[in-house]
T-cell receptor
Framework: EDQVTQSPEALRLQEGESSSLNCSYTVSGLRGLFWYRQDPGKGPEFLFTLYSAGEEKEKERLKATLTKKESFLHITAPKPEDSATYLCAVPLDRGSTLGRLYFGRGTQLTVWP | DAGVTQSPTHLIKTRGQQVTLRCSPKSGHDTVSWYQQALGQGPQFIFQYYEEEERQRGNFPDRFSGHQFPNYSSELNVNALWLGDSALYLC???????????FGPGTRLTVL
């Protein structure tokens, strides 16, 4: 069964302490992997799309990478404002751009000063 | 450039009632998807609309229905509400040619 698993469920970092979040997937024929940031009570904010193994994308302190089985979201020198839940998602439907996104449960990141 | 907007922000209903939630997509987008997000969970796909038709549907009962208008805006209707329908309802818009979905702020529905 197609599945997206994120780890860890929660991560506490001190400001400046770099780390990585993991998203592993079992969807065959991947047509993109998406990373979102979600603040409490708000809608997810789009961060990155990755399409092929070896691809990397960066935005400020965040860098997303993709392999054939998983994606990593690296956070370099995080600040308290990076605290949020980070979600990854994959499209479930092959052969069509009209499709459902299947989300993991997210990693809740807390960065303390 | 206006992003995805949703209304209302919050809603409180009682069991058995019906509710309608509204969504306006990001400018230029033609596809609208609806998701339900329970506390501590990732969003779950409800259905997707393109060209005013439901194109994909997730594992939700027929109590959940929707509509897309010619201006691409959309409504989500839920009939016979029960306690388990309490959640954050998210609307996302995209272009039909790719799956990059942009989310609105959500509607928090509480069923008492």
């Amino acid at each position: 069964e197609d599945q997206v698993t994120q780890s860890p469920e929660a991560l506490r970092l001190q400001e400046g302490e770099s780390s990585s979040l993991n998203c592993s997937y079992t969807v065959s024929g991947l047509r993109g992997l998406f990373w979102y940031r979600q603040d409490p009570g708000k809608g997810p904010e789009f961060l990155f799309t990755l399409y092929s193994a070896g691809e990397e994308k960066e935005k400020e302190r965040l860098k997303a990478t993709l392999t054939k089985k998983e994606s990593f979201l690296h956070i370099t020198a995080p600040k308290p404002e990076d605290s949020a839940t980070y979600l990854c998602a994959v499209p479930l439907d092959r052969g069509s751009t009209l499709g459902r996104l299947y989300f993991g449960r997210g990693t809740q990141l807390t960065v303390w000063p | 450039d206006a992003g995805v907007t949703q209304s209302p922000t919050h809603l409180i209903k009682t069991r058995g009632q019906q509710v309608t939630l509204r969504c306006s997509p990001k400018s230029g987008h033609d596809t609208v998807s609806w998701y339900q997000q329970a506390l501590g969970q990732g969003p779950q796909f409800i259905f997707q609309y393109y060209e005013e038709e439901e194109r994909q549907r997730g594992n939700f009962p027929d109590r959940f229905s929707g509509h897309q208008f010619p201006n691409y805006s959309s409504e989500l209707n839920v009939n016979a509400l029960w306690l388990g329908d309490s959640a954050l309802y998210l609307c996302a818009s995209s272009l039909v040619r790719n799956n990059e979905q942009f989310f609105g702020p959500g509607t928090r529905l509480t069923v008492l």
